[in-house]
T-cell receptor, first 117, second 116 residues
Framework: GAGVSQTPSNKVTEKGKYVELRCDPISGHTALYWYRQSLGQGPEFLIYFQGTGAADDSGLPNDRFFAVRPEGSVSTLKIQRTERGDSAVYLC???????????????FGQGTRLTVV | AQSVSQHNHHVILSEAASLELGCNYSYGGTVNLFWYVQYPGQHLQLLLKYFSGDPLVKGIKGFEAEFIKSKFSFNLRKPSVQWSDTAEYFCAVNRGRGSTLGRLYFGRGTQLTVWP
């Protein structure tokens, strides 16, 4: 499809388990973002990639969270030793721009709903 | 820390009523401003954006927003809402430069319900 694709759409995991969330951005978009949205809140920034490198990872809450984008397209958000507080919708977005208009056309995916039980 | 405030968490209107959703931000430097909309069951979509120039910005579906720098505000308006405008609306702010260039700061969102 033409949009940002996130898989799985839903993930239920047990506390302490490891999970991977995948994001397939729009083809050609150099910038990719991960956000987390808890119930009743707006999206909260986690990390953004420009190409293969993480340009800003200061939103990752702790070292259990890690993200990669090895070839500059698909990205994987990895969460180790999941906790119940990690339950949220994880959103991915991509955009084509660079410079001041970096977020001019940030296209969001449907998100992955993660539930830690 | 950067913060974005949306004053109303839930707004209920009848069709044809006028809409204004408030958004204030705390950052004082150069900012880029956005409104996103999330229709039921759908992903976030860009409604409109402001980078520079005319502070009155027109977006899709008849929405507009006005940037008032002195008030740190970027309120969303629509003169006559429709049932199909029922959705959640998010205000977002991005710094114009620096290490956080790629980061959007979102408000909590306002759920708009329009009764036919």
């Amino acid at each position: 499809g033409a949009g940002v694709s996130q898989t799985p759409s839903n993930k239920v995991t047990e506390k302490g388990k490891y999970v991977e969330l995948r994001c397939d951005p729009i083809s050609g978009h150099t910038a990719l973002y991960w956000y987390r949205q808890s119930l009743g809140q707006g999206p909260e920034f986690l990390i953004y990639f420009q190409g293969t490198g993480a340009a800003d990872d200061s939103g990752l809450p702790n070292d259990r969270f890690f993200a990669v984008r090895p070839e500059g397209s698909v990205s994987t958000l990895k969460i180790q030793r999941t906790e119940r507080g990690d339950s949220a919708v994880y959103l991915c977005a991509s955009s084509p721009g660079t410079g001041r208009r970096l977020n001019t056309e940030a296209f969001f995916g449907q998100g992955t709903r993660l539930t830690v039980v | 820390a950067q913060s974005v405030s949306q004053h109303n968490h839930h707004v209920i209107l009848s069709e044809a009523a006028s809409l204004e959703l408030g958004c204030n931000y705390s950052y004082g430097g150069t900012v880029n401003l956005f409104w996103y909309v999330q229709y039921p069951g759908q992903h976030l979509q860009l409604l409109l954006k402001y980078f520079s120039g005319d502070p009155l910005v027109k977006g899709i579906k008849g929405f507009e927003a006005e940037f008032i720098k002195s008030k740190f505000s970027f309120n969303l308006r629509k003169p006559s809402v429709q049932w199909s405008d029922t959705a959640e609306y998010f205000c977002a702010v991005n710094r114009g430069r620096g290490s956080t260039l790629g980061r959007l700061y979102f408000g909590r969102g306002t759920q708009l319900t329009v009764w036919p």
